[in-house]
């Protein structure tokens, strides 16, 4: 597969969540042509055939528009909650003792059923409990034979079936429930390029999920545990990319320190050279507006700045009343965000440190080039994607084309900073390597005549790790005549 279409006017990717207001092959190509560079499939909502119809939805998008496409399943992971009321729900008040236990009977305004017992056994006085995504806030008090006595701190309303939240503990249990392994199973078959795990409080939960994608899949790790924070470093490098949940993880940290949290997380994961998206509330008030707060658009921007790889939309984009003018918002403001002299200053704020090998040598040697040469693009020659990657973490700003022979791979790119990805036929010489770099950056629009371009590569070619070429050439006048040919 080739494309002639040419890169986004942006280095950051759009990921857009998929749902009821955007379900039909229609209503996702009107999203990628508004700026969506990747899908997002909430295994949360929904039944198997629907989740495999928007797979399917994205997969019929491909030949359209002749660009690879990428999927992200994100799995629901444990979802812990109180039982039921007599009467829906109670009233609780500061100050007042309640009790959760295990017992079935429904509950009143003096206790409810909470249906984990493992959480019961790791609770402490003086541990909280957040309900309802934290609108309501419990203190421990007293341990009992399967409960726990509590003392309200913010009352308000608690209804049937509302979130648990228990920041000041390791919960013990595990990332993946039965539900999120069934899931897992029919994303894979159905043949996701990513797979989100939510939960994560440790690198074991995500070398467990590791093991059971077996690679057929890259896997990005959600940070919304504040114990997540705590093994960050371990988590990431067993993650091939990491999500700031925001959500979750502003219940159970006080708000304002979710702000720094982001900003450590995406300078984490940009030093590891592992794609970081952030999400959740970026463009809440579009799901019934047809624009945003100005806050919206400057919490964005800051994500931007702070330099993500990509930014996502859920429910603005999958069940709210203005889903392309959403994406089409977020392409607006990444845009104009790197249309910003600062921004370029703020992408050397992280130091990268190259490790000692030839590929993290020859990319850290691309960007001088590139910068004392004002080369138009970097084209990179990959089979697994790790090179491309790792040039991603430079933030070289400039085009950067990456071809691969394989569709998975091409697929996979789709969340990382500044790729545009093209499935192709491998190279077998190193006068093909520089002819093809040419012919493909003409034909993607990426460079014109005159134009230097700094190619990367290995020999020998298609053998996966070898990146050991490092190639600048000069696109001539006399390419333009052979752009048509086939790639």
């Not at 806030?137 to 009352?155: I, K, M």
């Not at 093209?422 to 003409?442: C, N, P, Q, W, Y």
């Amino acid at each position: 597969m080739t494309t002639h279409r040419q890169p986004r006017a942006r280095h950051v990717k759009v990921l857009a969540t998929l749902g009821p207001a955007s379900s039909t092959p229609e209503q996702i190509r009107a999203l990628y042509e508004a700026g969506a560079d990747a899908f997002r499939v909430n295994m949360s909502h929904g039944d198997d055939a629907s989740r495999q119809a928007l797979i399917a939805g994205v997969r019929s998008l491909e030949p359209l528009i002749g660009r690879p496409m990428t999927i992200l399943a994100d799995l629901q992971g444990p979802k812990l909650r109180v039982g039921r009321f007599a009467g829906d729900r109670v009233a609780l008040e500061a100050g007042q003792p309640f009790r959760l236990d295990l017992d079935e009977a429904p509950g009143t305004r003096h206790r409810v059923r909470l249906p984990h017992p493992e959480i019961l056994a790791v609770l402490r006085p003086g541990h909280r409990l957040l309900l309802d995504d934290g609108r309501l806030v419990l203190r421990v008090t007293a341990l009992g034979e399967g409960h726990v006595e509590t003392e309200v701190l913010v009352p308000g309303m608690l209804s049937n079936n509302k979130g648990v939240n228990v920041p000041d503990v390791v919960v013990p249990l595990p990332a993946l429930t039965p539900k999120d392994r069934r899931d897992l199973a029919l994303a894979l078959e159905a043949g996701v390029d990513w797979v989100a795990l939510s939960f994560v409080q440790r690198s074991e939960d995500v070398a467990e999920a590791r093991k059971l994608i077996g690679g057929h899949a890259l896997l990005m790790s959600k940070i919304e545990k504040p114990a997540a924070l705590d093994d960050l470093d371990a988590i990431i490098e067993l993650s091939d990319a990491i999500m700031v949940a925001r959500g979750d993880l502003g219940v159970e940290l006080p708000p304002e320190a979710v702000p720094g949290a982001q900003k450590r997380l995406v300078a984490a994961a940009r030093r590891a050279g592992k794609p970081v998206v952030v999400a959740t509330q970026m463009l809440e008030s579009m799901i019934v507006s047809p624009s945003p707060t100005r806050a919206e658009v400057s919490d964005v921007a800051n994500a931007i700045y702070d330099g993500v790889d990509a930014i996502m939309l859920s429910a603005e984009s999958a069940a709210g009343q203005w889903p392309v003018e959403a994406v089409a918002m977020m392409d607006a403001i990444a845009r104009a965000v790197e249309r910003d002299d600062a921004y370029a200053q703020q992408m050397g704020f992280v130091e990268t440190v190259p490790e000692p090998t030839t590929a993290d040598a020859l990319c850290q040697a691309a960007r001088t080039i590139q910068a004392t040469m004002g080369a138009k693009a970097v084209v990179c020659f990959t089979t697994s994607g790790s090179t491309a990657r790792r040039i991603g973490r430079e933030r070289i700003p400039a085009d950067f084309l990456v071809m691969t022979p394989k569709l998975s791979t091409a697929r996979r790119m789709g969340l990382s900073w500044g790729v545009h990805a093209v499935h192709t036929r491998d190279i077998s010489s190193f006068e093909e390597m520089v002819g093809k770099s040419k012919r493909m950056a003409l034909r993607h629009h990426i460079a014109g005549a005159g134009d230097r371009l700094v190619v990367m590569a290995g020999v020998p070619f298609g053998v996966p790790g070898s990146t050991n070429v490092l190639h600048v050439v000069r696109v001539s006048g006399d390419e333009l005549d052979r752009v048509k040919k086939p790639g």
